[in-house]
């Protein structure tokens, strides 16, 4: 069955250093999303991403985040200057159409970031 | 920003029991959805819920959307060790390529 991949699967870095975390949605899906999960909290989103532009970001995306979509199959989170607080789990998620509906999101097995 | 609220925070039940867990929001929600998260992993679809009423079965697992749209629930009958994990409801407020927003979680733990 066709999954959602990212790497890697745990991120240690220096806080200000700037990291890319990478996604490969599944092969035909259309959008594309970010969810980020701090240690024992709920699961929040980020940003979504369609036709190659942010569809919606939440507030938490702020002007250190990014996402490019760099090729046919891979889907990147840039963060440009780490902060202690951005320490968590990164989920990318995809979905696709299905008829005239959007499909449910299918979800990654995380990378864990820990900013020291 | 619009919040759910899901009750229990965590759950203590023996092996076989049925369990019931559920959702509330101040939003209506055009899709219900019910995820499971092992540890160190991320979440997975259990259910999707699309329509106010709908009551959904997948195995074991039974969930409804409540007619108001604001509420939800999910049912695990007979439960067994491999249940045991961290169960989130998630509500989409447009379409299905819209954000999802969870709630927080309920933690479930199966005594022996």
């Known amino acids: 069955e066709p999954e959602v991949t990212q790497t890697p699967s745990h991120q240690v870095t220096q806080m200000g250093q700037e990291v890319i975390l990478r996604c490969v949605p599944i092969s035909n899906h259309l959008y594309f999303y970010w969810y980020r999960q701090i240690l024992g909290q709920k699961v929040e989103f980020l940003v979504s991403?369609?036709?190659?532009?942010?569809?919606?970001k939440s507030e938490i995306f702020d002007d250190q985040f990014s996402v490019e979509r760099p090729d046919g199959s891979n889907f990147t989170l840039k963060i440009r200057s780490t902060k202690l607080e951005d320490s968590a789990m990164y989920f990318c998620?995809?979905?696709?159409?299905?008829?005239?509906?959007?499909?449910?999101?299918?979800f990654g097995p995380g990378t864990r970031l820990t900013v020291l | 920003g619009q919040q759910l609220n899901q009750s229990p925070q965590s759950m203590f039940i023996q092996e076989g029991e049925d369990v019931s867990m559920n959702c509330t929001s101040s939003s209506i929600f055009n899709t219900w959805l019910w995820y499971k998260q092992d540890p160190g992993e991320g979440p997975v679809l259990l259910i999707a819920?699309?329509?106010?009423?709908e009551l959904t079965s997948n195995g074991r697992l039974t969930a409804q959307f409540g007619i108001t749209r604001k509420d939800s629930f999910l049912n695990i009958s007979a439960s067994i060790p491999s249940d045991v994990g961290i169960y989130f409801c998630a509500g989409q407020l447009s379409g299905r390529d819209d954000k999802i927003i969870f709630g927080k979680g309920t933690r479930l733990h199966i005594l022996p």
């Open positions: 819920l699309y329509k106010a009423g």
């Open positions: 998620a995809s979905s696709t159409l299905s008829g005239t509906y959007t499909d449910t999101q299918y």
């Open positions: 991403f369609y036709n190659n532009e942010i569809s919606e």
